[in-house]
């Protein structure tokens, strides 16, 4: 009998796991919130996703889709969260109300966001669900019409961590089933810092802002907008990230070397340009996308508020943070995810990472 498993969330990354998953022989659980079910009408009224690219190319039958979360994740072990960061703390809410012991919940990716669900589940007294998080989504990918996804690769390695620490190791070895790339860090917190997007998309998105509202989505963003004081900037963002993790005294790398082609390189243009998926990616087309509305507020903001609760300096990313509100019209301190959303306010560095370890 196939392995069962639930993909929540029908957007890029829902419809390329599961459409990937089932491809693959796993018997998918798909489900989307009633009010955007009209958004995949296709998929809910023919049960087929269509996809192409680096996963391969099929047209994939899903076993079940629907708006219903307990049947959704009913008699299934492994649930994959893959919406946008702004509704982790619902999922979170409403998932704890209907997981049960033995299952784990993954989100994809997290960037600190397990600790919203692990502290949910705690208040439930549910102690033996495992939560992971990833530090991106498995997949490079976009949606190409009603039911259609093209995947442009496959992150590898996808680093994952999870709450509670001292469980990494059995629970790696359950989702190398799914995911064979995937490479354990030392927590969640770890993983959150190891996120790609706050740390591309962001300078990017602000350095660029005049051209990307002109173009009206007519821009590609890593070749037209990832100029040498773009990368510079970003380089700068990520010193200030692995001075984070330093702190932490968890391993870290470059960015670099986590993107790009057949080729290793310091330099994250160089590695940008050494992958021809990159240059087909277009957008984004204004200041409502996700690179801004998620990767500023939800990505870079929670790194920031744990560096001052940390007393690390990061001026680069709190100087993105300050001018994002300018250009959104709204705080972006305030909007995303606070330390007591993620139930570490107040903990000293000895503390958290005491908790990040037993969940306790």
Not at 49 to 78: H, R, Y
Not at 293 to 299: L, Q, R, S
């Amino acid at each position: 009998m196939a392995v069962k498993v639930a993909v929540l969330g029908g957007g890029n990354g829902g419809h390329a796991a599961a459409a990937d998953l089932s491809n693959r022989g796993f018997c998918v659980h798909m489900y989307e919130d009633a009010r955007f079910a009209g958004n995949i009408k296709k998929v809910f009224d023919t049960h087929e996703i269509t996809m192409a690219g680096a996963a391969g190319n099929a047209t994939v039958k899903i076993d079940m889709v629907t708006s219903d979360l307990q049947e959704a994740i009913q008699d299934v072990e492994f649930i994959f969260v893959a919406v946008p960061a702004f509704a982790h703390d619902v999922y979170a809410r409403a998932l704890a109300e209907l997981v049960h012991p033995g299952q784990t919940v993954m989100v994809m990716p997290g960037t600190f966001d397990s600790l919203i669900f692990w502290k949910e589940f705690r208040k439930k007294g549910l102690e033996d669900v495992v939560v992971a998080e990833t530090n991106t989504l498995p997949y490079a990918t976009r949606l190409q019409g009603p039911g259609s996804t093209l995947i442009m690769s496959l992150f590898n390695p996808l680093k994952v961590g999870v709450m509670p620490a001292c469980r990494t190791q059995e629970t790696l070895e359950k989702l190398r089933t799914f995911y064979p790339s995937l490479e354990a860090v030392e927590s969640v917190i770890a993983c959150g810092l190891s996120s790609l997007n706050p740390i591309i998309h962001v300078p990017g998105c602000i350095l660029n802002a005049g051209r990307i509202e002109y173009a009206k989505g007519e821009f590609y963003f890593y070749t037209e907008g990832f100029t040498p004081c773009v990368a510079r900037t970003t380089e700068a963002i990520d010193k200030e990230r692995i001075a984070l993790l330093d702190s932490f005294g968890y391993a870290s790398d470059i960015v670099a070397h986590g993107v790009g082609g057949s080729i290793v390189t310091d330099d994250i243009g160089e590695a940008i340009a050494s992958d021809p998926n990159f240059a087909k990616i277009k957008g984004p087309a204004d200041t409502n996308s996700r690179y801004y509305a998620e990767d500023i507020p939800y990505g870079l903001a929670p790194w920031a508020k744990l560096a001052r609760a940390m007393n690390v300096d990061v001026p680069v990313i709190e100087s993105m943070i300050t001018i994002g509100s300018a250009l959104l019209g709204y705080g972006c301190w305030e909007k995303g995810h606070s330390l007591q959303d993620l139930g570490i306010e107040g903990m000293t560095k000895e503390e958290l990472k005491e908790y990040l370890e037993t969940g306790k």
